[in-house]
């Protein structure tokens, strides 16, 4: 099976989730956290720097939870402005 390519957004969503995910990071390893999440560290890796842009739901959960972020900051915040804007223009 092969996976659609990823439109612009969708990209920058998972930019935007990756530079959360190294904030909330801070001065702790990648493999603190991916230990207290379950996560691969690998997976951590990507997903920080955009290589996996949409990660599973259970992914995103177990690592905002290894890093204190709720998922409702996460979903906020991965939306960014651009998709604040596009809401705005169909409501």
Aim: net charge positive; no cysteine; charged share 25%.
């Amino acid at each position: 099976m092969v996976r659609p390519p990823l439109s612009p957004e969708e990209r920058a969503r998972g930019e935007r989730l990756g530079k959360l995910l190294r904030e909330a990071r801070g001065q702790r390893s990648m493999t603190e956290i991916a230990s207290a999440s379950g996560v691969p560290t690998e997976t951590l890796r990507k997903i920080e720097t955009g290589r996996i842009a949409t990660p599973a739901f259970f992914t995103v959960a177990a690592l905002a939870g290894a890093l204190g972020v709720s998922l409702e900051e996460i979903a906020r915040y991965s939306t960014g402005p651009a998709a604040e804007a596009a809401s705005a223009l169909t409501a």
